[in-house]
């Protein structure tokens, strides 16, 4: 296969990148051929960037539809997605490129075809033969308004009425108009002086296909004879129509009002209705009308053979029920069941046994589209009880406010995980199967285990199995549990720092071998967490408060927890460590009456009993300093082999030994670089006067000065101008110019010039662009481990790149990554019954290297990315191999150094929209494609690479955007899809009886070609409406075939970086004009097979 230069190839290369590959070729000419022994296996075209799959709940939906026969659900947005769900595990995701909101749905039934209606009128058709959908026609309305589609069962004709009250029929074969209209003014009483208002309902009698029922939304309902072209009865209403619904014999029909009544109406007693029914109205005495409701805004009048039909309906509230929650009513025969539901209803429809009008409907189920979640009610089971929704739609439960992506981890991870949260299941639920089953799996051709992390809002932690591109929930920790809850805003402690979600999640540190995890919350608390398949009641939270203070002047601090700089190899046992306590100190403030001491947060100080799954091991609070709240984390790092937890904010950096319970270190940033700080700082100006009047020492939370507070992190700030600092909380001037921790990696390596051999350390890294390395002195394994100190001190080393370092790691002599060490899980609360030695054993960590000469001076390789470049840098001497100037205009929102085709490379994200990777270690662009424009902090909170080309990130508050930049598995991508239309037999029409037939007592057919034909009612005028082939019909099905390049168009990205195999390319296209091309047949066969047959052949 011929190899393409993706520099040649794309398009979205910028000028700057090219002058950063040419500097980078000249540092690289500059060091020689001294790593000439490393052999770099990935090239450009190992890479191509794709979307692969959306998950969760469709954001803004407002419109919904379901086809019977394939068991298709389809839910269409505000902002033109259209989403489709079969069975679990199969589901899709389509745009309209105008990113209209789509009004209405209609699927061809048992076709594989979907028509949709947007706000800018416009109609689709979808092909949904294959397997990424694409719009075959389009047509556009110039000069009507879209308001309502019906498009009967195994018909051709689609009727769409407008807001001026006419209707057009589309042909939905060749998407042209027919010259057959249904004006308002002829289908309303010709001396009514008024308009009637938008048409809002139309359908045809399920008796006869000849009359339609054309709804009004005035109030007006008429019945118009589709041969004669004439009104045969008209039904008027004082009060506005919102939807009508058949009976199936053809009889009957319903209509729902805005003053929350029903009107029942027999076909031929237009004067007035059978009967009127107010669901939700008060009965006044005296025989009084009821008062009036909520509008009725849906109708569903649904039959069974053996018993009362249902009638189903939302909205019609009295009122008076202020605060009530939106509701289903569903009302069968004499009982009517109230259900309230979570969020407004956006649409619902009944799920019935037939797709025939004309038959008894049997409706086993109602599926409900809310704001927020798709709710499955189960008509069949005393009580309505819901189905457990398989679907992954509760990605939003709480707002994600981080999010972290592992893929290739422990295959033991997964079964784990899901036996601890197959235990957190609600109980209830119906007992049947999941109702929506159409569609077929994807060929599963991904292997590895793949979990996704979400952080949110009320401090809930997700985990889940993203394997395969599925999307299912493992299990759920709840954070907040540890502290005690305020019950009401009064109530609240006047220490908080933020204005509301307390308990955010700000950053996840997981190690998915030793399954230890640590958190860092809005409200500058640290929680460290041990994976546990047994229950355990906890008497006392273990605890720790840090005092993490930001002075340049030396200030003596009340704990003296402050680490000199020229710290002596006995820094880590000193007095300043702190002893755990169950509750927060009581000194809530210092003489001169400003808050000091206190957390933020106040931990539970009664026994917490601890469910299978994650258990707290440590609580770490940082406190208010004299009247200075404590400042947000910005990073954060857990080490299992150590036992030691980092993190750091605006103000400095903190240690804590989590096995000890100890404060290991605990130093101002400032106080890191010691004696070798390259910045002229300033001492800090004294402190404004902020005593509050008369002395009080109680200060209430009114006394906090603005620029202190934070916003939570659920807001989403559409803003293009980012700050160009790191920490989400610095607000204010003095602590924008503040030095914050940005990274920070535990390793083993080589901490100075003069090591001969490595040794455990940690790298820290600043906004400033500076790299620090802490030396770490660990006592030997087993019971020592639990009674020596560690020992930490600063080594001196100082490196420097531009911008805020992001992202380091470390490579081996080979150029193979050297990952941090860890200490392989077990089964901490059972007791161990070997021998010491044994323990000592397995308590060993896991070997770091593969690289075992320690003789090679150039033993290893840092690498390090900041927000404007990556630096490779030879280790024990320090010196700079190699060099990329990243982005000149722009700054990297993210960095990861990830594994791919058994190699490494260093994947970014800009805030420009661009990605890109390079190789390792020498630093080669291999892809830079223009991508996504940063538009929100939502994208920049949550993106993030891993291993295997794939990368995730939060595309609305709702929905998770996952894409693959590596080459092979967008070619993969095709056969890993699931097939939504599935080869289904049409059920059987209903029998009709020969008695009742040659009687006319059974359904009448109707011959809508002769009538709606361009022989019959000729051409529709051109101006009306004008027809898009679609990328999808026969001149775009080549780019639909191929999937990729479709949606590559859509996304924006520059062009499909890879030359695709020929030989492939025309395999598809052929099939796809095949199945384009058999489905105009299939409905066309369908037309003449009705057509030909005789009364008695039905």
Not at 186 to 199: D, Q, R, V, Y
Not at 530 to 554: A, H, W
Not at 573 to 580: D, E, F, H, K, L
Not at 985 to 1009: H, I, M, V, W, Y
Request: proline fraction near 7%; hydrophobic fraction near 35%; charged fraction near 20%.
């Amino acid at each position: 296969m011929r190899k393409f230069n993706i520099r040649k190839v794309l398009d979205g290369l910028t000028a700057v990148s090219a002058v950063a590959s040419a500097s980078s070729a000249a540092q690289q000419q500059q060091a020689g051929n001294r790593e000439t022994e490393i052999q770099e296996t990935l090239q450009s075209e190992h890479f191509q960037l794709c979307k692969t799959v959306r998950h969760g709940f469709p954001y803004q939906p407002s419109a919904l539809a379901f086809d019977p026969v394939q068991k298709i659900l389809a839910i269409g947005t505000q902002t033109g997605a259209l989403r489709l769900f079969g069975r679990p595990g199969v589901e899709c995701y389509c745009q309209h490129d105008s990113g209209a909101a789509v009004i209405q749905l209609q699927f061809l039934i048992n076709e594989g075809a979907l028509v949709s209606a947007l706000a800018d009128d416009t109609l689709h058709l979808w092909n949904l033969r294959q397997k990424r959908p694409a719009i075959l026609h389009s047509l556009k309305f110039n000069r009507e308004r879209i308001t309502f589609c019906h498009l009967p069962f195994q018909s051709k004709w689609l009727y769409v009425g407008t807001e001026r009250g006419n209707i057009h029929i589309v042909n939905v074969e060749s998407f042209t108009l027919s010259g057959y209209v249904i004006m308002w003014n002829k289908a309303i009483e010709l001396s009514s002086k008024t308009h009637p208002g938008p048409i809002v309902h139309i359908s045809d009698n399920p008796m006869d296909e000849g009359k339609l029922l054309i709804g009004f939304e005035s109030g007006t309902v008429v019945l118009w004879d589709l041969k004669s072209k004439k009104a045969d009865y008209r039904y008027t209403h004082d009060e506005a129509i919102h939807s009508v619904a058949w009976h199936h014999e053809g009889k009957q029909f319903i209509c729902s009002h805005s003053d929350g009544t029903l009107t029942i109406w027999n076909v031929k007693s237009p004067t007035k209705p059978f009967q009127t029914i107010t669901p939700h109205g008060k009965q006044l005495k005296d025989g009084k009308k009821p008062e009036p409701c909520k509008p009725i805004l849906k109708v569903e009048y649904k039959t069974t053979r053996s018993g009362e039909p249902f009638i189903i309906l939302s909205g019609g509230l009295s009122y008076d029920t202020v605060g009530r929650r939106p509701c289903l009513t569903v009302m069968h025969g004499k009982s009517t069941a109230v259900l309230e539901m979570d969020y407004s209803i956006v649409d619902f429809l009944t799920l019935c046994e037939t797709p025939y009008p004309n038959d008894f409907q049997e409706p086993y189920a109602v599926v409900v589209l809310l704001e927020k979640d798709l709710v499955l009610i189960d008509l069949a089971q005393n009580g309505y009880p819901i189905f457990e929704n398989p679907y992954p739609l509760t990605i939003h439960e709480s707002p994600v406010t981080c999010c972290e992506y592992f893929a290739d981890c422990p295959v033991d991870l997964i079964p784990a995980l899901y036996s601890v949260g197959a235990r957190q299941k609600r109980q209830g639920y119906s007992k049947k199967e999941w109702p929506i089953s159409g569609g077929n799996w994807g060929l599963i051709t991904q292997s590895y285990p793949e979990i996704i992390i979400t952080g949110h809002a009320d401090g809930s932690i997700k985990f889940w199995d993203a394997s395969a591109i599925t999307l299912q929930v493992l299990y759920k920790l709840k954070t907040a549990k540890v502290f005690e809850k305020s019950r009401n805003k009064d109530d609240r402690p006047n220490t908080d720092i933020v204005d509301e979600d307390p308990y955010a999640i700000q950053i996840i540190s997981w190690c998915p071998e030793s399954r230890m995890l640590c958190i860092a919350g809005v409200s500058a608390h640290v929680i460290i967490y041990r994976f546990s398949k047994q229950e355990v009641t906890t008497e006392v939270i273990p605890m720790l408060e840090v005092r993490l203070l930001y002075e340049i002047n030396d200030v003596e601090t009340p704990d003296g927890e402050q680490v000199p700089p020229s710290s002596t190899p006995g820094t880590g046992s000193n007095p300043q460590s702190i002893v755990p306590q169950s509750h927060p100190s009581t000194s809530s403030s210092s003489s001169d009456g400003l808050r000091d001491n206190v957390p933020c947060l106040k931990v539970k100080n009664s026994p917490l009993k601890q469910s299978p799954g994650y258990q707290i091991e440590l609580v770490i609070q940082l406190v208010w300093v004299s009247g200075e709240p404590p400042q947000q984390i910005t990073s954060l790092a857990v080490n299992s082999a150590y036992g030691l937890v980092v993190f750091g904010n605006c103000n400095g950096i903190a240690m804590v030994d989590y096995l000890q319970k100890t404060v290991l270190l605990n130093l101002g940033t400032i106080e890191l670089y010691g004696s070798n700080d390259p910045y002229r700082r300033e001492p800090r100006s004294p402190r404004k006067t902020r005593q509050p009047s008369g002395g009080l020492c109680d200060i209430n939370e009114g006394t906090v000065v603005p620029e202190d507070r934070c916003k939570s992190p659920t807001s989403d700030v559409k803003d293009n101008s980012f700050s160009r600092s790191r920490s989400s909380s610095v607000t204010s001037i003095d602590k924008e110019s503040r030095e914050a921790i940005s990274a920070l990696h535990f390793c083993e390596t080589f901490t100075r010039k003069a090591d001969t051999s490595p040794s455990p350390c940690l790298w820290v890294g600043t906004t400033l662009g500076t790299v620090l390395v802490i030396v770490l002195n660990l006592p030997p394994g087993g019971e020592q481990r639990l009674l020596q100190p560690v020992i930490v001190s600063p080594s001196g080393t100082i490196l420097r790149l531009k911008g805020a370092i992001l992202r380091m790691a470390f490579l081996d002599t080979t150029g193979s990554l050297v990952p941090p060490a860890h200490e392989p899980w077990r089964e901490h609360n059972v007791p161990e019954d070997k021998d010491e030695k044994e323990k000592t054993k397995k308590r060993r960590p896991v070997s770091v290297s593969p690289s075992s000469s320690q003789e090679i001076s150039e033993n290893q390789y840092a690498v390090i990315c900041s927000e404007k470049q990556a630096k490779v840098i030879s280790l024990p001497s320090q010196n700079c191999i190699y060099k990329q100037n990243i982005t000149e205009t722009s700054f990297v929102l993210r960095g990861d150094i990830v594994s791919l085709n058994n190699s490494i490379c260093l994947a970014c994200f800009c805030a420009n929209g661009h990605i890109m990777t390079f190789s390792l270690p020498s630093l080669r662009p291999l892809l830079d494609v223009y991508y996504l424009p940063l538009t929100n902090m939502r994208i920049a909170r949550t993106f993030c690479f891993t291993n295997n080309g794939q990368a995730l990130y939060l595309v609305s508050p709702t929905e998770i955007q996952r894409l693959t930049y590596s080459q092979e598995t967008c070619e993969n991508l095709q056969e890993m899809l699931g097939e939504l239309f599935t080869p289904v037999e049409t059920p059987e029409a209903p029998n009709r009886g020969f008695f009742k037939g040659l009687f006319g007592g059974g359904a009448q057919s109707l011959d809508r070609e002769e009538l709606f034909g361009e022989s019959a009612s000729g051409k529709a005028s051109r101006s009306l409406a004008q027809h898009i082939p679609g990328p999808g019909g026969i001149e775009g099905v080549k780019g639909a075939a191929s999937g990729v390049v479709g949606e590559l168009a859509r996304a924006r990205l520059a062009l499909d970086e890879r030359g695709q195999k020929l030989g492939e390319l025309e395999e598809k296209t052929a099939a796809m004009l095949y199945s384009a091309d058999s489905f105009s047949k299939h409905a066309h066969e369908m037309m003449l097979k009705y057509k030909d047959k005789k009364w008695y052949q039905f």
